[in-house]
Antibody
């Protein structure tokens, strides 16, 4: 079954850290660019980070740059998001999403999401 | 960053209605525009890519058009399962993609 499954969410205090995982199955993981997208409660979608096929190129949204690190292990079919110096405004559902192989770059496969709550 | 503005922010319609929602980019993005449907508590689902191409498995009552800065999504005859929030996304800047704020489609 072609799917992405996120894990690692939870409740963390401001200033704390958390690592999210995104496990893939049913497709050739190393062939795809992957992204993290988040959605604060009742809000819209915010792109967080992107990682290239081989993990050599990474890009981040302004709100997380310098605090979050995206990585992948193609041997384990898993992508990660290391989140440090967490703030209340990082509270959101975090989705991993696969880009299509076409140049259009749409996100054709999404995980179910994992909730991160930053609160004291 | 390229800003995406969706109108309206919410829309009430009845079953069988034809509905149109729009998305405007702050600069020209060609046809690097996608549309997603999101139901409450679920992940977004890709409906349209390349501004007008229907994703596999998406019903033909969904259609979209546009290029440059102005885009639209049309649902020809609303079905119960279509009531959801719709987001547009630009992928012109692939390393800094952005989403619109969404249009919530509600039952009248």
């Amino acid at each position: 079954q072609v799917q992405l499954v996120e894990s690692g969410g939870g409740v963390v205090q401001p200033g704390g850290s958390l690592r999210l995982s995104c496990a893939a199955s049913g497709f050739t993981f190393s062939n795809y660019v992957l992204n993290w997208v988040r959605q604060a409660p009742g809000k819209g979608l915010e792109w967080v980070a992107l990682i290239s096929y081989d993990g050599r190129n990474n890009y981040y949204g302004d709100s997380v740059m310098g605090r979050f690190t995206i990585s992948r292990d193609n041997s384990k079919n898993t992508m990660y998001l290391q989140m440090n110096s967490l703030r209340a405004e990082d509270t959101a559902v975090y989705y991993c999403a696969r880009e299509t192989g076409s140049e259009m770059g749409s996100f054709d496969l999404w995980g179910q999401g994992t909730m991160v709550i930053v609160s004291s | 960053d390229i800003q995406m503005t969706q109108t309206p922010s919410s829309l009430s319609a009845s079953l069988g209605d034809r509905v149109i929602m729009t998305c405007r980019a702050s600069q020209s993005i060609g046809t690097y525009l996608s549309w997603y449907q999101q139901k409450a508590g679920k992940a977004p689902k890709l409906l349209i890519y390349g501004a007008s191409s229907l994703q596999s498995g998406v019903p033909s009552r969904f259609s979209a058009s546009g290029s440059g800065t102005d885009f639209s999504l049309t649902i020809s005859s609303l079905q119960p399962e279509d009531f959801a929030t719709y987001f547009c996304q630009q992928t012109y800047s692939t390393s800094r993609t952005t989403f619109g704020q969404g249009t919530k489609l509600e039952i009248k």
